[in-house]
């Protein structure tokens, strides 16, 4: 647990939050700044700053919560649809310093958007960024 850490005191009941599922390796409570009704985050219990931070059965753990969730949000709050997000880093839009999954219905003509303009691969560009990539997995599996 990080001493100040939001998510970690929710996680040890020292600030309040509106539960709606729990584990013995994630949480789920409602958004308080929600896009929409029934905005739920996912988090797991021990401390990550970040996904690439989160040991393999944790993550399982919150994937499958999130499964589950989202069928019950949606139900819940009549969406036919949600978004599931996660912001990693500052840059990203993180928010708080621990991992979350969002669980985001989303209603027609709601106006939440994550639209950016779309970019284009130049040239050989595209095959240049994907050989890199094979590469720097190829190093981490050494």
């Known amino acids: 647990m990080e001493k100040n850490c939001v998510f970690c005191k929710i996680i040890a009941g020292e600030i309040p939050a509106t539960k709606v599922y729990e584990d013995d390796k994630v949480l789920a409570f409602l958004d308080i700044a929600p896009f929409n009704y029934g905005h739920t985050l996912v988090i797991p219990k021990i401390h990550c700053h970040c996904f690439t931070e989160i040991p393999p059965d944790t993550l399982a753990a919150m994937m499958a919560a999130a499964q589950k969730l989202a069928v019950a949000v949606m139900r819940a709050t009549g969406a036919p649809a949600y ?60």
Do not use: C, W
């Open 83 to 142: 978004n599931l997000l996660m912001n990693n880093g500052q840059v990203a839009g993180q928010e708080v310093p621990h991992a979350h999954l969002h669980i985001i219905p989303r209603l027609v003509d709601d106006t939440v958007s994550f639209s950016a303009p779309q970019k284009r691969y130049d040239g050989e560009a595209l095959t240049e960024l994907a050989a890199k990539i094979q590469e720097r997995l190829a190093k981490n599996a050494n």
